[in-house]
Each structure stands twice: as C-alpha cells, then as structure tokens.
C-alpha cells in the first residue's frame, strides 16, 4: 500500500504560481511512477504530468506544458508540481497518482491522494 496527501492548493490569481507536493508513506516510494491529474466540475479526470521512479524523464499534457513542471525528492518520498502563469482553466482539484506502469491513464494509476483545491481567479 502507498498513501499519498496533496497540499499546496489555493486561490490565486491568474499569472500567479503555486507548488503542489504529494508526500507518500507506506511501500518503497521509488518502487513507483508518479503523476498528477486534475478534476475540473462537470469534467472528468484528465492527465496533467508524470514522472519516472528516477525522475530522470517526464512528460505532459499540451494543456500545462511549458508551464508545469513535476519533480520528485526520493530522499523525502514527496513529489512536487509546479505551477506557473496559472490561467483560469487550470482552476481544478488537482490529484496525485502513484503508479507500477508508465500509463496517462487514470484507471491503471495504483495508488491515488485525495485531491487538493486549485482555483484561479481572472
């Protein structure tokens, strides 16, 4: 079993930036892949970012990219999003995911947090 907490969500402006961290507890945290999605009301989960278990390769959506960049900390068994020049579009609750398989797909996720408010202001 991997738990995973979010935090680092708020309320900001438009332009402004946040960092998200997802710290994991319970099985070996490098023994995993790492991703962030994100929620918005009446849309379902899309994929953000993710990560490898070394943190050497990353990949995102079209969406954020340029923007976001994901990082993990193995030393801290935490992972980090950071967001710059938000737009109201990414106004989402923002998840972590933990999972064995280098997958975009939410549903082959193993492990996954429970979410962290983000919301943009214009």
């Known amino acids: 079993q991997v738990q995973l907490v979010e935090s680092g969500g708020g309320l900001v402006q438009a332009g402004g930036s946040l960092r998200l961290s997802c710290a994991a507890s319970g099985r070996t945290f490098t023994t995993y892949r790492m991703g962030w999605f994100r929620q918005a009301p009446g849309k379902e989960r899309e994929f953000v970012a993710t990560i490898s278990r070394s943190g050497a390769t990353t990949y995102y959506s079209d969406y954020v990219k340029g923007r976001f960049t994901i990082s993990r900390d193995n030393a801290k068994n935490t992972g980090y999003l950071q967001m710059n020049s938000l737009k109201p579009g990414d106004t989402a609750v923002y998840y972590c995911?933990?999972?064995?398989?280098?997958?975009?797909?939410?549903?082959?996720?193993?492990?996954w947090g429970q979410g962290t408010q983000v919301t943009v202001s214009s």
């Open positions: 995911a933990a999972s064995s398989v280098y997958t975009l797909t939410p549903t082959e996720f193993d492990y």
